[in-house]
């Protein structure tokens, strides 16, 4: 687990790094004086776990830990016991009163071991069921839920706070933004050709410089989706 101490006072940092040290399952990258040089490092660097001052100058350590992406965890190093009870306000993995006992030291890095494991199981299966294709997405029109296939649509029109799903033969008309409806739709299958229309590129019959024919549709190219059309549709054939 890479680790790094934030601590403006010298000799608390060490006594941490001495700690951290005798723990095999930590790796430390760093020690820093000041939340602003270490919200650089973790920019830059993967930082598990965040050994962490509260009372700090300047960023205090309940606002950088604010800051820290979700991911990093954090354990709260603290001379005052009164901070205790802020630490639960950013989700902290647990808090030390300085100075700090070894054996409290340990038992709190090993419920970071503990969360970070159980991060990464999450992560794992979030990526398994991920990588499973989804053949179908449901949407609420006419007070039901619609079974909506993707190879089933032949484009989808926004109007306002609404899209249009066009099927063949069907219309589903169902509250929605395009943004929801681009996140529901695969890329490597529907495209954005205006500002209106996503396209079924599978669903394609014809096109020319302006328009897209699809059936009995006919859907305009918009000026800032040409150049992605062709280049990256029609540049595959």
């Known amino acids: 687990m890479n ?3 934030v601590d403006d006072e010298p000799l608390a940092r060490e006594a941490v790094e001495l700690l951290v040290r005798d723990v095999p399952q930590l790796s430390l990258l760093g020690c820093f004086n000041n939340a602003e040089t270490a919200g650089d490092f973790i920019a830059n660097n993967h930082v598990d776990l965040v050994f962490l001052d509260i009372q700090m100058p300047g960023v205090s350590g309940l606002e950088f830990a604010r800051r820290i992406p979700k991911e990093t965890l954090v354990i709260f190093t603290t001379a005052f016991a009164e901070y205790a009870m802020n630490s639960y306000e950013v989700d902290a993995v647990d808090y030390l009163i300085k100075p700090i006992d070894e054996a ?3 038992k709190a890095v090993e419920k970071a071991l503990t969360y970070l494991e159980l991060l990464s199981q999450k992560e794992k299966e979030k990526l398994e069921v991920s990588s499973q294709p989804q053949e179908f997405f449901f949407v609420k029109s006419d007070r039901k839920f619609h079974k909506v296939r993707f190879d089933d649509i032949l484009f989808v029109e926004g109007l306002k706070d609404y899209v249009i799903i066009q099927i063949e033969g069907q219309k589903i008309i169902t509250r929605m933004n395009m943004k929801g409806i681009v996140d529901l739709l695969p890329s490597n299958i529907f495209m954005r050709v205006n ?15 302006n328009d897209i024919f699809i059936k009995n549709f006919e859907i305009p190219i918009g000026n800032s989706y040409r150049d992605a059309f062709f280049n990256d549709y029609v540049s595959k054939f």
């Open 195 to 209: 500002k209106s229309y996503i396209i079924n590129t599978t669903k394609i019959d014809s096109f020319d410089n």
């Open 3 to 5: 680790c790094i101490i």
């Open 104 to 106: 409290r030291f340990k």
